[in-house]
């Protein structure tokens, strides 16, 4: 898998996969910066070859991957917006709105955290 699109001919629920486009060409027009990338068959979005941010997908929620550090500092943020976690993800069920609000500024926050970063993860 080398792109977004092979990533999204995979998925067979066509919601999700209307969603993913949507939130992806979001991203694209909001951070035109960022570079699409598809790393551990994960499409993903990269800075300067630094890891941002990267989503997957289960059947009932797409995953949004972060990084500790950038998790951590969005955690209170996520319940808030009534989203379940993990340790380096939280979800957005199939039934709930994509809050975009909070995608920009956890990915404005990682692009201004890692703006000196010349690694893929956080050291």
Known sequence: MNNFTEYLDTLTD???RSRLEQIFS???ETFP???RRIAW??????DHGTFIIGFSTAKNHISVSNE????EEFLE???DAGYS???LLWKIENTQEVNYELLKEMITYNIEEKRDCTTFWRK
């Open 41 to 46: 068959n994960q499409p993903m979005f990269t």
């Open 26 to 28: 979001w991203i694209s």
């Open 85 to 87: 976690h993990g340790k």
């Open 14 to 16: 066509n919601g999700q």
């Open 33 to 35: 910066q960022l570079q």
């Open 68 to 71: 500790k550090a950038g998790l």
């Open 77 to 79: 943020r996520i319940k």
